[in-house]
């Protein structure tokens, strides 16, 4: 239905305007007025949907009624018509400024008032329909909106709660290493307070150590878009206990796939550990003695083994066997046996060395890892006290006991290069005693002749390598994980032999020591590097130290001080420039004269470190009292280092270490990217391995040296 006024003084117009309007089309309104002021008193109060009104009214004009009328703003929209006979611009400009919509002359076409009010009111329809469809339209976004909010606001209050009660700390950090959300877990295990940490930095959380690694450690996710695998990490809670917790890291993403925070969870593992270490114990200790089983001596021994990677470590394996126990045994009933046992183990422990292992095996079998038999007669020696100790008498129930022993010996590497080679050969050495009445001891000693008929063409070799300058050094390049540079090189002995072509020490080296030409081969190497370190100077490159693989041999026979110090000398080369690299064999053997070797050389201004660090003692104690610069953490370790749990955990502790006596820590057997990029975010200082670069001849550590460093170390 539409509503039409009609606005005109004349009464006649009115009457033929409004029967016009009428007939437009069925429905039709019509109000009209000859007064306009009396039709804007009632428009204020009604909304019409079309105005019809003449432009010249005595009272008031059309434009002015037009303006009055649109003055009120809810009527924008309502098209109004002028009636005019006049022809000039002005007065149509005036009436369409102030709000007319279209225009008619006097005298009326009929047809043409039918027709353009028809138009103007379906426009006016139109726009109307759209407006409230606008409005309906709006009115429902808006309360799907609201409804939509309600729904995420609910559904992330209940996603809180459950992350809430999960026993799993989880922390979400941005790129700046700020918390965006901690759950209530990890505010109760570390004992903060929850408001306080949304937008701290993450160490306010974790503290300022486990705070800079977890950064460290973000960045690397922030950086790849990779989460990282689980690891292990220890934390201090607020009750001041370690707790142990796996953690994973992963990216947080945004809609546009950008990554934008870091989400860390950590699972609390410390009692899994707890039973974990209980269950170990127990697994491999022997009940009855406490002394270690079998599962734990094949682990020592393959740990003895790796350690002697290079060749240059002897050690022995002892297995021991009660002569005639069975008799005892059935004599004196199995408590009196026990006891007879527990006695034996207790006084084969009192005869080793503390690094030594006594094992139990079974029944009245034991064994004895002699971990620093340096020779043959060294493993003689203990087999022959171990022998003293089981025959000494002691009395059970008061009658005396005495017994005898046997025991086999293998050594490695000559009697065996695996842990079940060696047991098996040191049983048979055993078995051979055995045989021959027992009370004695008895080396494996496989086809002695051969071995002897070998070596003794290595000694010859060796001693004519040595005469025609057969030895190379080859440098592996180290940097600073810092900022990439390079650092220095170790020197790595090669030995170009005529006829197999250039050998690596593993295949000479433990028989140069056996035989000593280890002395005048490394006393050349410890000259060589640094005379070679002294034209890297020369050249102009920035200060690089050389590093220097010493021999146990060199510090039991010869004054490494002396030696040094007199290479030092003849070279001219700076005493800051070189690093000695030292085992921890070397330093253990005996740690008081190390020590004094160790500080002379320190006063000479040369640093000392310590060399395939993890694999030996790693203890607390020769470190803290000796003067020694550096940490190389073993290769092993590094290895494993982005799939291994523990050996990550490995690496953190010796960094910790390490760094906790002002010691810098260098990496060694870096083989991949990712190896280097995670040891970095460790807080490693430097590396060295493949991937840095391989050990090259003199020449080509040159052309590294023009070339202003390596490539892939930025
Ligand atoms: P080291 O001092 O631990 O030297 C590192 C060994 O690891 C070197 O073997 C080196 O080539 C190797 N290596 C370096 N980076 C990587 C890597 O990324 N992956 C792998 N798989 N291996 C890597 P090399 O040259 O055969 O030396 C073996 C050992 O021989 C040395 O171990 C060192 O203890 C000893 N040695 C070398 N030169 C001398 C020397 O002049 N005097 C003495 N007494 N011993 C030496
Ligand atoms: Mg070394
Ligand atoms: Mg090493």
């Given at each position: 239905m539409s509503l039409i006024v009609i606005v005109d003084d004349r009464i006649t117009n009115r009457n033929i305007f409004s029967k016009l309007a009428s007939s437009i089309e069925a429905n039709v309104t019509v109000r009209a007025f000859g007064e306009p002021d009396a039709a804007l008193e009632w428009l204020a109060d009604n909304t019409p949907d079309l105005i019809i009104t003449d432009y010249?009214?005595?009272?008031?004009?059309g434009a002015e009624f037009i303006r009055r009328y649109r003055a009120?703003?809810?009527?924008?929209?309502v098209p109004v018509i002028v009636i005019t006979v006049y022809e000039e611009r002005s007065f149509r400009l005036r009436a369409l400024e102030a709000g007319a919509t279209d225009f008619l002359h006097s005298p009326v076409d009929h047809h043409e008032f039918i027709t353009r009010a028809r138009n103007l009111l379906k426009l006016h329809h139109h726009q109307k329909l759209l407006a409230s469809r606008a409005m309906t339209l709006e009115r429902e976004l808006e309360h799907s909106e609201q409804s939509r909010a309600r729904a995420l606001r609910d559904s992330s209050e209940r996603l809180a709660q459950v992350i809430d009660t999960l026993p799993i700390m989880i922390c979400a950090t941005d790129r700046d290493g700020r918390i965006m959300f901690v759950n209530s877990f990890q505010v109760s295990v570390l004992g903060v307070d929850a408001a306080a940490m949304i937008d701290a930095p993450i160490t306010t959380l974790l503290g300022e150590e486990a705070g800079r690694r977890a950064m460290a450690l973000d960045r690397i996710v922030l950086e790849t878009g990779v989460g990282q695998q689980a690891f292990e990490e220890e934390l201090i809670d607020c009750a001041g206990g370690k707790r142990v917790f796996l953690t994973t890291k992963s990216p947080l993403k945004d809609a546009g796939n950008q990554v934008t925070g870091v989400l860390t969870s950590s699972l609390d593992i410390t009692s899994r550990k707890e039973a974990e270490a209980h269950l170990r114990r127990i697994a491999h200790h022997d009940q009855l003695t406490g002394l270690p089983n079998r599962a734990l001596l094949v682990e020592r021994l393959t740990r003895q083994i790796a350690r002697a990677r290079r060749g240059d470590q002897l050690f022995a394996l002892h297995m021991i066997d009660i002569d005639g126990f069975k008799r005892f045994n059935d004599l004196l009933g199995h408590r009196a046996g026990d006891r007879y046992l527990q006695s034996i183990a207790e006084r084969l422990r009192g005869a080793v060395r503390e690094d030594d292992i006594v094992a139990r095996l079974n029944g009245d079998e034991f064994a004895v890892l002699q971990t620093s038999a340096t020779s043959a007669a060294d493993a003689a020696e203990l087999a022959q006290r171990l022998l003293d100790v089981i025959a000494e008498t002691s009395s059970f129930e008061g009658s005396p006991i005495q017994a005898s022993g046997s025991v086999g010996i293998a050594m490695h590497p000559t009697d065996g290069v695996d842990a079940e080679d060696l047991i098996k050969n040191a049983d048979l050495a055993m078995y051979r005693v055995k045989a021959d009445n027992g009370g004695a001891f008895c080396f494996f000693a496989s086809d002695m002749q051969t071995r002897a008929r070998q070596q003794a063409t290595l000694d010859a070799e060796l001693r004519r390598g040595i005469e025609n300058k057969e030895f190379v050094l080859y440098y592996q390049p180290q940097i600073d994980l810092f900022d990439g540079k390079l650092v220095g090189a170790e020197a790595l002995l090669r030995w170009r032999k005529p006829d197999a072509g250039i050998v690596s020490p593993g295949a000479f080296l433990a028989r140069a020591e056996e035989n000593g030409l280890i002395i005048p081969i490394n006393e050349w190497v410890l000259f060589e590097a640094c005379r070679e370190a002294r034209t890297w100077q020369t050249r102009g490159a920035p200060p690089m130290r050389v590093s220097v693989n010493l021999s146990p041999i060199q510090f039991r026979k010869r004054n490494v001080p002396l030696l040094v110090a007199k290479a030092l000398a003849d070279t001219g080369l700076d005493p800051s420039a070189l690093d000695l690299e030292l085992t921890e064999g070397i330093v253990m053997e005996d740690l008081e004269s190390v020590a004094s070797d160790l500080r002379s050389l320190l006063d000479l201004g040369v640093r000392v470190s310590i060399d395939d660090?993890?694999?030996?003692?790693?203890?607390?104690n020769y470190i803290k009292r000796l003067p020694i610069s550096r940490l190389k953490i073993d290769q092993s370790f590094v290895r494993g280092l982005n799939a291994d749990p523990n050996d990550a955990a490995i690496i953190r502790a010796i960094i910790t270490l390490g760094h906790s006596l002002d010691l810098s820590v260098l990496a060694e057997g870096v083989e991949t990217a990712a190896q280097l990029a995670r040891l970095r975010a460790e807080g490693c200082d430097e590396a060295q391995g493949y991937h840095i670069?391989?050990?090259?001849p003199a020449i080509e550590f040159h052309k590294l040296l023009s070339n202003g460093g390596l490539a892939q170390s930025a």
């Open positions: 010249k009214m005595p009272s008031m004009d009120n703003r809810d009527v924008a929209d660090f993890g694999t030996g003692y790693s203890s607390l670069g391989r050990p090259m």
